[in-house]
């Protein structure tokens, strides 16, 4: 996992360069168990 800084307000998670989840896309935080479903899904 790596933090990649960014601006605007921005946050995402990327799982081997792929977008898994997105705050500009949802307009809020992500709770924990939703970015461990979104992995989980991938792999």
């Known amino acids: 996992m790596e933090l990649i800084p960014a ?6 998670v990327t799982v081997n360069e ?4 997105s705050k500009k896309e949802t307009g809020k935080f992500p709770q924990v168990e939703e ?3 979104k992995m989980d899904e991938k792999f």
């Open 18 to 21: 792929e977008k898994i989840y």
């Open 7 to 12: 601006s605007g307000g921005i946050f995402e």
């Open 35 to 37: 970015i461990i479903n």
